[in-house]
Structure formats: structure tokens, C-alpha cells
């Protein structure tokens, strides 16, 4: 390819690979399926291609649906036992924020309830709400009737209402969180932190390290709770499975309030608020290296606020 042709395409990776994550929950998943996309570019007779834009993005949603009917077949995705992973603010994989329904498409809540939808429901509802296409171009897109995607844009916006919320993150508002939060779990007193929950809250991990086999799901605020308290209680047992203490920072993680445990300026592990009404309705931890690599190339190019607790 020449290198006009080359440029065309790299102006449009990152909004392709934000399109793919919001469809996939993986950032790996994403750059894989971006460069398929690329391949195809390069081998397309790019003459009968009348809006490269267009039809970059029919060619990655689709490359995604069939990622996702690929991995439910494998059972690699089952409803329940899968995490989405984590994004730090400001990574351009999270794409447009301009809006509060593309700002909830990356939350965690989102990008989890998302699973219970059909890898059709998934596209029409992020080419929806996330990047404002028409049901006649979803249509186009996926090959469906205007009408189908109507339908599947409602199913999806009615099942995923649980998890809708309207709260503004940014980094001072994360910082107050996260403190307010540690300070209830450190205080001693289990109804501090229950003050901070839902009723429903709900709190869901893969163990420290990754090292659970299946995610580890807790419900109802006093046991969240007390679960909490334990778990942010330093030991040496948790400091040697770490490799050290950790520094616990405040971040925005997937457009929500979030801690970030590091070591040596990398990301072990990162517990995301979601906030519904001003509390915290879930909380979604992981430590599992796989879901920490992208997360700890961003945090090491930028810089830091005054960490939370210094050496935990």
C-alpha cells in the first residue's frame, strides 16, 4: 500500500479500536480485530470502496460479532464468569465521552451487562449509543432491516438500564471517593462503609492475582462490607503474594472511581466504584496480570496525583 492509503487507515484506528473494545470488553481482543480490519484494507480493491470510513467500521463490527459468536461457541465468554478489562482515563481506546450514554457504554456495569445481550444486540446498541449511527446505517452495517434494529436497540436499552447512571467522574472527584471509601473501610466500623453502598450493591473479583478459578461474587452491603474491611487489612501474608507494599492511588478507570494498587510503577490490581443516586451500587476488582498490561503502560505515561496511602 502507499502511504496515502496507509494514513487513511491509521486516521481511523483509534476510533475502530474504541468501536471494537466497547463491542468486545478487551483491549487485546480490540487491537487483534483492528488489525485484521487492516489486513482486509490492504487486500480490498479500495476503487469500489466509495467511503473508506464506513466501510472500515462494517468490516470491524463484523469481525467483532463473529469474535463473539466464536468465544460464547468456546464457551470462553459464559454470562457470569467473565470481566471486562479495565482502561485508565485518557486511553484513546475508550473513544468518544462527549455524551453521557457514550460515557456509560465503557463503564464496567455497562461492558458486563453487555454479555447477557446477542453479539447483534451488542453492535446495534454501541453503534447506537456510542457512536450516534442511524438504524439505516446499522442496518447497512449488519445486514438487518431498519426495523430489526429498532427492536434490538430497544431490548438492549431495556436490559441495560440497570447499570445506567448519570454521575460525572473526574480525577479531584475520584480522589474523594476513593479516600471517603478507604477511610469507612479502615475505620473500624462496618456501617461507615455501609453508609457509602447501595442496597443492592453487589462486588465482584478474580482473587488476588487472578488466582481465582471463577470469579468470586458477593452481594448485599454488610457483607460487602465486612469483606472489604478484610480485604484491605495489610498483612505480611498479602504483601508477600504482592511482591511488596503496595501505593494505593486514586484514578478514573472506565469513565468510574477507581484505587489502583502499584509496585514499582506497575498496576497490580485495580478496584472500580460504580456509583448509582451518589453511592456505590458495585464494585469490580482485579489483579489478574493479563487484564494489567495495558493499564500499567498508561499510568507509567503520565503523571501521578499524591497517592492515597503511600506503602500499604
Known amino acids: 500500500m502507499d502511504t496515502a492509503t496507509v494514513a487513511r487507515f491509521e486516521a481511523s484506528r483509534n476510533r475502530l479500536a474504541s468501536l471494537a473494545y466497547r463491542l468486545l470488553g478487551s483491549a487485546a481482543d480490540a487491537e487483534d480485530t483492528v488489525q485484521d480490519a487492516f489486513l482486509r ?3 480490498a480493491d479500495r476503487e469500489y470502496v466509495e467511503v473508506p470510513e464506513a466501510w472500515l467500521t462494517k ?6 460479532i463473529d469474535r463473539l459468536r466464536s ?3 468456546r464457551h470462553e465468554r459464559t454470562v457470569g464468569a467473565w470481566m471486562p478489562e479495565p482502561l ?3 486511553d484513546p481506546m475508550l473513544g468518544p465521552a462527549d455524551t453521557v450514554e457514550q460515557r456509560e457504554s465503557v463503564t464496567l456495569a455497562v461492558l458486563t451487562l453487555m454479555e447477557r445481550l446477542s453479539p447483534v444486540e451488542r453492535a446495534v446498541y454501541v453503534l447506537r449509543e456510542a457512536f450516534s449511527y442511524s438504524h439505516a446505517e446499522i442496518a447497512d452495517i449488519l445486514g438487518i432491516t431498519e426495523a430489526a434494529s429498532q427492536q434490538h436497540a430497544h431490548r438492549a436499552r431495556r436490559r441495560i438500564a440497570a447499570a445506567r447512571t448519570v454521575a460525572e467522574t473526574d480525577q479531584a472527584a475520584a480522589r474523594r471517593i476513593v479516600e471517603a471509601f478507604i477511610a469507612a473501610a479502615s475505620s473500624g466500623r462496618t456501617e ?13 473479583s478474580d482473587g488476588f492475582g487472578g488466582l481465582a478459578d471463577k470469579l468470586i461474587r458477593h452481594s448485599g452491603p454488610e457483607r460487602i462490607a ?3 474491611r478484610a480485604g484491605l487489612k495489610p498483612s505480611a501474608a498479602k504483601r508477600s503474594l504482592a511482591g ?4 494505593i492511588y486514586a484514578a478514573v478507570v472506565n469513565a468510574s472511581p477507581a484505587m489502583l494498587f502499584t509496585l514499582d510503577d506497575r498496576v497490580i490490581g485495580v478496584a472500580i466504584l460504580d456509583l448509582r443516586d451518589n453511592k456505590i451500587a458495585a464494585i469490580h476488582a482485579t489483579a489478574a496480570p493479563t487484564r494489567m498490561a495495558r493499564l500499567t503502560t498508561a499510568w507509567q505515561q503520565r503523571a501521578h496525583d499524591t497517592p492515597i496511602i503511600e506503602s500499604w
Do not use: C, E, F, R
Open 244 to 247: 511488596g507494599s503496595p501505593t
Open 88 to 90: 485508565l482515563d485518557g
Open 59 to 64: 468490516i470491524v463490527t463484523n469481525l467483532a
Open 71 to 73: 468465544a460464547k461457541a
Open 41 to 43: 484494507w490492504q487486500a
Open 192 to 204: 461507615h462503609l455501609v453508609a457509602l453502598l447501595t442496597d443492592d450493591a453487589t462486588a465482584v
Open 226 to 228: 465486612a469483606i472489604v
